[in-house]
């Protein structure tokens, strides 16, 4: 993956892990063998964007909700963010070019408007892809409370 991507990347399984830890904390013991599958996915270009199936290596065929809250992330970081990076990595091209330092209150999360439009989204892809409304709220404040105030900020 490009370094973009492994930034993404990053953000999706950090916010998915915190949704998956708020609405099935059954899952998080294979949380991290179901992220590395989704990355290598990921990484061959076949993620795909439909209702999971399939099992994470233990014999049992089951379907796993953060299979689901994964590829909820995804898309919604995907619709909302994509546009904001395009515009940000323009700015940072353009300061770079300019050599002026960066402003000294940059910090990781998201403003606002970015905030409510990825609840929004993610709460609309968790609905489309099955779950039940009180389910994707959950999932939507999450998602968005761990891009906003990130824990190592």
Do not use: Y
């Amino acid at each position: 993956m490009t370094e973009p991507q492994n930034v993404a990347a990053d953000l999706v399984v950090g916010a998915a892990h915190a949704a998956v830890r708020r609405i099935a904390p059954e899952e998080l013991p294979v949380f991290d063998e179901v992220a590395a599958g989704w990355r290598r996915k990921l990484s061959k270009g076949r993620v795909s964007w439909s209702v999971p199936q399939g099992g994470v290596g233990f014999g049992i065929d089951v379907t796993l909700l953060t299979e689901l809250v994964l590829q909820v992330v995804a898309a919604a970081v995907g619709e909302v963010l994509v546009i904001g990076a395009t515009t940000v990595r323009a700015g940072l091209l353009r300061r770079r070019r300019r050599e002026l330092p960066a402003p000294p209150d940059a910090r990781p999360g998201l403003d606002p408007e970015q905030a409510r439009r990825l609840r929004e989204a993610c709460h609309r892809h968790a609905v489309a892809l099955g779950l039940d409304a009180g389910r994707a709220e959950l999932l939507a404040d999450a998602a968005v409370g761990a891009m906003v105030d990130p824990p190592d900020a």
